[in-house]
């Protein structure tokens, strides 16, 4: 068993070792900067109620009009705030919030996607270091325009696998300006564990990229279930 350990080990040293050597061929050739890999930052949790019992709260009529304008349901979130449920859908046409305000919603159609354009990657990844524990994690740089989001958006990369990270961020290196975005967390813990949610997405004018799935953290040990997304931007 601890030769397969060791073996693993030095398999996925050796893919890092690759994809960075790729990386600095790739900006040697003018194909792109390299995208950077950001150090975890500090995450304040507040006492929260499950994403998915969130969304069984939403009024029904308000999970249809996301629905609606959303398209087919791809990924969800949902947060409870005094009581008040705010939810994101996204479809294969769109990124939707809806809003309490009062007794109602309001509805926000965050981003247009292009559903022709879709791409998906399901990260299934079990490392030796959980995020918070993580002091020493090595903060590869690249792309200037990357580095200029906002600080929020990196603490937040910075706890997701190396190769989540990479896809999200990997459209908009060569932008003219940083993508915009929102994160999502919500946190359970045990005496032995803590277990994740995650959702967030980053969008300029041409791409967006979501990330959605689940990690549970055991001291130096971390095990994540991701989908990352991408699509072009529908003007």
């Known amino acids: 068993m601890s030769d397969e350990r060791e ?87 769109a990124l939707v919030k809806a809003t309490p305000n009062g007794r109602s919603h309001e509805f926000t159609e965050l981003i247009l996607v292009s559903p022709e354009t879709a791409l998906l990657k399901e990260i299934t990844e079990t490392s030796g270091g959980s995020s918070p524990a993580r002091t020493g994690v090595e903060r590869m740089p690249g792309s200037p325009v990357l580095d200029r989001m906002s600080q929020e958006l990196r603490d937040f990369l910075g706890h997701l696998p190396e190769q989540a990270q990479r896809l999200m961020q990997k459209p908009f290196r060569d932008a003219a300006e940083p993508p915009r975005g929102e994160r999502e967390i919500f946190q359970w813990e045990t005496a032995t564990q803590r277990d994740w949610k995650v959702f967030g997405y980053l969008h300029d004018d041409r791409w967006a990229t979501v990330v959605a799935g689940s990690g549970v953290l055991r001291g130096e040990a971390a095990s994540w279930r991701l989908n990352c997304r991408r699509f072009r931007v529908r003007k």
């Open 7 to 93: 073996r693993f080990r030095e398999d996925r040293r050796g893919a890092a070792d690759r994809e960075r050597a790729l990386a600095r061929g790739a900006d040697k050739r003018g194909e792109g900067r390299p995208v950077p890999v950001h150090r975890p930052g500090e995450i304040e949790f507040f006492p929260a109620v499950d994403p998915d019992e969130a969304w069984n709260r939403l009024n029904p009529e308000v999970r249809g009009v996301l629905a609606r304008r959303a398209g087919q349901p791809l990924e969800r979130w949902a947060r409870v705030d005094d009581g008040l449920v705010t939810a994101m859908l996204l479809g294969d046409r």
